[in-house]
């Protein structure tokens, strides 16, 4: 451990996932798959990733896993499509790297992916329901809160095929007061609150509200991917109010795959597997 206090933060994650990938290699030669795997140093740099990619062999590549941040993404992306070769994005969510790449493949779903997991959940359960999407007053809050009416208004998504449509109000909320709040609850129906909101201040304004009303009203909360690293989340609200989040990645401590990944990790590392390393061996 103190050995690691000196590896950058960043660096460290980059690791953690290549070490995932090296046993998922090793599991593929048994498999009777050998690949030529070549690691390059990006260094955290635009420059530096656009001059490795002028080596001859990298035209020849089959395909490419990274880089891991945005700005380098971009010069690397651009010479994947212009030799016709597949490129993993493994941690980006972002859909603005490139545009019309077929070449370019993201393994992390973007943050509209997941609202629309949100609505397939919501419409395909539960009984009689409405959707309160709530958000603040700023361009991206509302542009995701605004994707809840076209996936009721469509009532098919492509990765889903036809769900029922599920009416959908859109507050955007400004510290409202709980009569204010209670005006978009209905008491007949399950009210589904859908809060497209990364403010700490507002989530724990709004769920605080929310918490003084729940014995009134049916209310399931339904949060971003980045609420659980909030420190101001009061989980004894979220646990009342219902909460679900939909996250980017899950491991699923019961399957013996996985029992048998963090068995072999702790053999190859000697330390306990992170998320990233996880995430590299699946990739």
Known sequence: NAAMDSVPENSNLALEFYEGMLLAFDKLK????????????????PEVAARLLQSPEM???????????????????????????????????????????????????????????IYHYIASGYGKKRIIAVCANK?????????????????????????PPVMVNKLIYTFQNSAALESYLSDTEDNMVV???????????????????????????????????????DFGYMANLNLHLPLPFFQNKLYPANTEFKRNYLYAFQTQPSEYARRGYDL
Request: aromatic share 8%; charged share 15%.
């Open 30 to 45: 048994l498999e009777g798959i050998s690949l030529n795997v070549k690691v390059l140093d990006t260094e955290n740099s």
């Open 59 to 117: 035209q020849a590549t089959d395909v490419i896993v990274g880089p891991i941040y945005n700005k380098e993404l971009k010069p690397v992306a651009a010479f994947a499509q212009q030799y016709k070769i597949p490129i993993i994005a493994p941690l980006s969510p972002s859909g603005s790297v490139t545009r019309q790449n077929p070449y370019y493949l993201v393994a992390n779903p973007s943050i509209e992916a997941q609202c629309a997991a």
């Open 139 to 163: 361009p991206n809050e509302t542009a995701l809160a605004d994707l809840f009416f076209g996936f009721s208004g469509n009532a098919v998504l492509p990765e889903t095929g036809a769900t």
């Open 195 to 233: 809060v497209t909101s990364f403010d700490p201040l507002l989530i724990h304004d709004l769920t605080s509200k929310l918490n003084q009303l729940r014995n009134k009203y049916r209310i399931t909360l339904f949060g971003m991917p980045n609420w659980l690293n909030l420190e101001t989340i």
